[in-house]
C-alpha cells in the first residue's frame, strides 16, 4: 500500500462513518477496506435495538467486498471521533483472519493521527 492509497483510505473511512447508524451508542465507526485489485469498499456500524444483530463497520465493508468478489485484501482504516484509537473488536478480527491471513489494520482518530497493526499482532492466535 502506497502513501496515497493510504490516505485514500483514510478520507473514505471518515466519511463513511457519516452514515453510520448508531441512535443507542451514539458511536460512530467508518472503516475502508483496500482489496488486492486496489478497490475500497466502505462500511459504517449499523445498530440495532437488539444489540446480538448491530454489525459493526469493518464486516459491513468486509461483506460488501466478498459480495462483488473481492477476497484478498491488502488494508483497513478503521475511523472514530475519539480522541484515543479504536480498535476492531474480537468478532471483526476473527472475520478478518478467516478471509485473510494478515493484513494492515489503520486507526485513525477525531485528530487525523494513526497507528498502524498487522492484524496477527492484533490476533496472534486466530482461531482456524
Known amino acids: ?18 452514515f453510520a447508524y448508531a441512535p443507542y451508542s ?7 477496506l483496500l482489496t488486492k485489485s486496489n478497490r475500497i469498499f466502505a462500511g459504517c456500524n449499523v445498530e440495532n435495538i437488539s444489540y446480538g ?7 459491513v465493508a468486509i461483506f460488501k467486498a466478498i459480495s462483488e468478489g473481492e477476497k484478498i485484501f491488502k488494508a483497513i482504516a478503521i475511523y472514530t471521533k475519539t480522541k484515543d ?29 494513526t497507528k498502524t497493526y ?3 499482532e492484533l490476533l496472534p492466535h486466530r482461531f482456524s
Do not use: H, W, Y
Request: aromatic share 6%; with cysteine; net charge positive.
Open 1 to 18: 500500500m502506497n502513501k496515497q492509497q493510504k490516505s485514500e483510505l483514510i478520507k473514505t473511512a471518515k466519511f463513511a462513518s457519516r
Open 85 to 113: 484509537f479504536t480498535f476492531p473488536c474480537g468478532a471483526c478480527l476473527q472475520v478478518l483472519t478467516e478471509i485473510t491471513k494478515d493484513l494492515t489494520i489503520i486507526l485513525v482518530n477525531r485528530n487525523d493521527r
Open 53 to 59: 444483530l448491530t454489525v459493526c463497520a469493518e464486516r
Open 118 to 120: 498487522q492484524l496477527s
Open 26 to 32: 451514539k458511536f460512530p465507526v467508518g472503516a475502508a
